[in-house]
């Protein structure tokens, strides 16, 4: 469940190989990470993140949400502005974790509660926000 628990607690559980935890409530929707924000590319292909009165938002998940609702879309993709939710990992084309420090980086696996490892794919449309958000946030 998400709870105000001091964020240094999920620092301390994460493994090694872990860059980010990301938070999520006891009906397993996703909200963002404990430093980043959390995309996915959903079943039909869409960018989808959590509400925006949800979650803090970050610089380059501004670029990214400017980009989505601007007359550019050289994508042909929707922004979702609703929680993915874990139950769906399995139907994900992608993921991704935004911030200053690492401003696009694709998320490969994520490490369930119950300790599964779930492998994610890569995504061009990643590819293309990445590039485009380096052009951007700089």
Not at 52 to 64: A, C, F, P, Q, R
Request: aromatic fraction near 6%; include cysteine.
């Amino acid at each position: 469940c998400l709870t105000c628990r001091d964020r240094s607690v999920f620092e301390g559980e994460m493994d090694q190989e872990s860059n980010e935890v990301i938070l999520s409530d006891c009906d397993g929707r996703l909200y963002e990470g404990l430093s980043s924000n959390f995309f996915v590319i959903n079943a039909e292909g869409n960018l989808q993140t959590a509400p925006l009165d949800s979650v803090l938002i970050g610089t380059v998940m501004k670029g990214i949400l400017e980009d989505f609702r601007g007359d550019n879309h050289h994508h042909h993709h929707h922004l979702v502005l609703e929680h993915a939710n874990v139950s769906e990992i399995r139907n994900w084309k992608g993921a991704f974790i935004t911030s200053t420090s690492r401003r696009v980086l694709p998320v490969n696996r994520i490490l369930l509660e119950d300790g599964e490892i779930v492998e994610i794919p890569e995504s061009k449309v990643i590819e293309n926000i990445r590039d485009k958000m380096a052009g951007i946030c700089k």
